[in-house]
Nanobody
Framework: VQLQASGGGLVQAGGSLRLSCVAS????????TGWFRQAPGKEREFVAG????????NYEDSVKGRFTISRDNAKNTVYLQMNSLKPEDTAVYYC???????????????WGRGTLVTVSS
């Protein structure tokens, strides 16, 4: 499975962006998928995860109520809708996929290249 994240850019605080993670390869609906981010000088952190079916999701506390993860398995794509963006959301965002869960500690097998999100104040 190869993953390609896109949709990053520069946005003002309070604005919105939608990230996409497109997967190549079969059986993507059997993979849990997560979004992670890494800000300059900080460790990578979990943002949100979604089960292969899309019926279950989880979020890091600081993005709850602002970010929404979803997926369209017919398009092999997972989305991260980000609303009410804050400067502290500035980071490189990565998507990851694996067959053994979709939480912050799941053993993701595949990682995509990141997409940069910059939120100006």
């Amino acid at each position: 499975v190869q993953l390609q994240a896109s949709g990053g850019g520069l946005v003002q605080a309070g604005g919105s962006l939608r990230l996409s993670c497109v997967a190549s390869g079969p059986h993507f609906s059997t993979y849990g998928t997560g979004w992670f981010r890494q800000a300059p000088g900080k460790e990578r952190e979990f943002v949100a995860g979604i089960s292969g079916s899309g019926r279950s999701t989880n979020y890091e506390d600081s993005v709850k109520g602002r970010f929404t993860i979803s997926r369209d398995n017919a398009k092999n794509t997972v989305y991260l809708q980000m609303n009410s963006l804050k400067p502290e959301d500035t980071a490189v965002y990565y998507c990851a996929a694996g067959r053994l869960g979709f939480g912050r500690s799941a053993p993701y097998e595949y990682w995509g290249r990141g997409t940069l999100v910059t939120v100006s104040s």
